[in-house]
């Protein structure tokens, strides 16, 4: 397979391809997933619970980031990195943000994702035209689970609906080359794909998406604790953690994952 780029994934957006997306954090998976045809690994903060054991994504430090970036990027050949910005990386100020954020591109990211809407467009705007493509990361936004509560559906509501249209916008005319919708309704997160014109990413999102992520250990059974609604044991049906992987790839290629039941 050639590397993929911003280019390659624009395109399969324009061509209506799905968009194969999953959790790595070391060297072995990187390898394994690339070779799957996984096209975008995701150096995610939800380390902080798969790797480091914590309840939540808080405690991740920059550092973190930037060691599993690294590990990722010397396993994997030709997929795309996104490498998650922790909390407390990007909202002491855009500086601080800046400086992170290249931080991991030099670790090997090719793209960062940072969770908010109109309060990181600035950050952004500079980031973009200081040649770091960024993913928004919109819906649920596990960093903010101090203020949000728990783990709910984000946009149910018209005024929720509105807000994510807003968000998503506001995130595109910023210059974000990638929004991603964490647990939304399906036909909202259908909805403003259909507005922007760059690709979307969904988990627990539905199928209207231009692309699916999902967290490795989830598809691999090896979570601990309750599985989500929207994620699906891929381990059922293979006879190897490669097989695994590459029934999740050919399973969102071909528009069989997800399906209602793993929707909201
Ligand atoms: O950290 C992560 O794994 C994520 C996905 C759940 C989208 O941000
Ligand atoms: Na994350």
Do not use: W
């Amino acid at each position: 397979r050639k590397q993929v780029r911003l280019s390659t994934l624009k395109k399969m957006h324009e061509n209506g391809e799905p968009i194969v997306m999953l959790t790595c954090y070391d060297a072995s998976f990187a390898h394994l997933l690339d070779e799957a045809g996984v096209d975008m690994l995701l150096v995610g903060d939800s380390l902080g619970m798969t790797v480091q054991g914590n309840s939540t994504t808080i405690p991740v430090s920059v550092e973190d980031m930037e060691y599993h970036t690294r590990c990722v990027a010397k396993g994997n050949k030709t997929a795309f990195i996104l490498t998650d910005l922790p909390f407390g990386s990007y909202q002491v100020n855009d500086e601080e943000g800046m400086a992170n954020c290249i931080r991991l591109i030099k670790a090997g990211a090719n793209m960062v994702k940072l969770e908010g809407g109109e309060e990181i467009c600035p950050l952004v705007r500079r980031l973009t035209a200081a040649g770091v493509p960024v993913c928004g990361h919109i819906g649920f936004t596990p960093q903010s689970i101090n203020t949000i509560g728990g783990f709910f559906v984000q946009g149910k509501s018209d005024s929720g609906k509105e807000k994510l249209k807003r968000e998503a916008l506001a995130l595109q005319e910023a210059g974000a080359a990638m929004v991603l919708f964490e647990m939304v309704p399906a036909d909202i997160a259908a909805e403003v794909t259909q507005l922007l014109h760059v690709p979307t990413i969904g988990i627990g999102a539905g199928s209207g998406t231009s692309g699916q992520v999902l967290v490795l250990q989830d598809i691999l059974n090896i979570y601990a604790g309750r599985k989500p609604k929207f994620s699906k044991n891929f381990m059922e049906g293979a006879d190897s953690i490669q097989g695994a992987v590459e029934n999740y790839v050919k399973a969102v290629k071909s528009k069989d994952f997800p399906t209602q039941s793993h929707s909201f």
